[in-house]
């Protein structure tokens, strides 16, 4: 249930500003903590928008190619890519297409970009007409760091966690308020962590044939230690 509320609002919010960004510039970038849902409300997005294309990068220990990337994008828009074409020539090429098309392209999981290919991607956000870069937080520091990448972005978006009002008003009625109170502390608001503490919690008062209600404090922040480990210690 949590992660339907959550997702279905953050989708929302990436659905408005991907109708915003052709009205207000040609670079989106979105952004939040690891786990906070971004790929999932992107997919769900774009899928619903046939003039969004969707790419992400690879994860980490495998080489991120600017051609690797445009020959994903130009196999999206049926563009043959020749192989003797350079990097530079695939990207004209590519944004041509890209341009006529009238299209969106999103590439995910941006904060896997090393500091030293920000460039090639301030490129792209100038050849291609409108453009959404999304990760973790890191991409955010790295935009801010790289000033030629900060000034292109015209749309920035931080997708946020749960507050605590929200776990209060879903989960007021289940738990008490030093409990909600912990339960966000410990998860710092993170649909996934939400839903695994509050499993194993209600498993655990089951069997000792008490009310979910009746967890302390104590009780969640022990339950999200053992479960979340770095997680919760750090928050």
Not at 128 to 138: E, F, I, M, Q, R
């Amino acid at each position: 249930m949590i992660r339907e509320i959550h997702q279905t609002a953050l989708t929302d919010t990436v659905d408005r500003a991907l109708d915003r960004l052709p009205r207000v510039g040609r670079v989106m970038l979105l952004h939040g903590p690891h786990g906070v849902g971004n790929t999932e409300a992107l997919r769900r997005a774009a899928g619903g928008r046939p003039e969004v294309i969707h790419v992400t990068l690879p994860p980490p220990g495998k080489h991120v190619a600017p051609r690797t990337l445009l020959q994903e994008i130009g196999d999206a828009i049926g563009l043959p890519i020749g192989r003797d074409w350079s990097a530079h020539h695939t990207c004209r090429q590519v944004a041509a297409q890209v341009g006529d098309l009238g299209l969106t392209v999103v590439i995910d999981q941006c904060h896997r970009v090393a500091p030293w290919q920000i460039d090639w991607l301030c490129h792209l956000s100038d050849m291609l007409p409108h453009l959404v870069l999304a990760g973790s937080d890191k991409l955010y520091r790295l935009a801010a760091r790289h000033g030629e990448l900060s000034v292109r972005v015209r749309l920035p978006i931080e997708a946020e966690p749960l507050a605590e009002a929200e776990l209060g008003r879903i989960f007021g009625d289940r738990l008490n308020l030093g409990a909600v109170a912990e339960l966000h502390r410990a998860t710092r608001g993170l649909w996934w962590a939400v839903e695994n503490v509050l499993a194993i919690e209600g498993l655990a008062c089951e069997k000792l044939g008490r009310s979910l209600y009746d967890s302390t404090a104590e009780d969640i922040r022990e339950r999200a230690r053992h479960l979340l480990g770095g997680l919760a210690a750090a928050a």
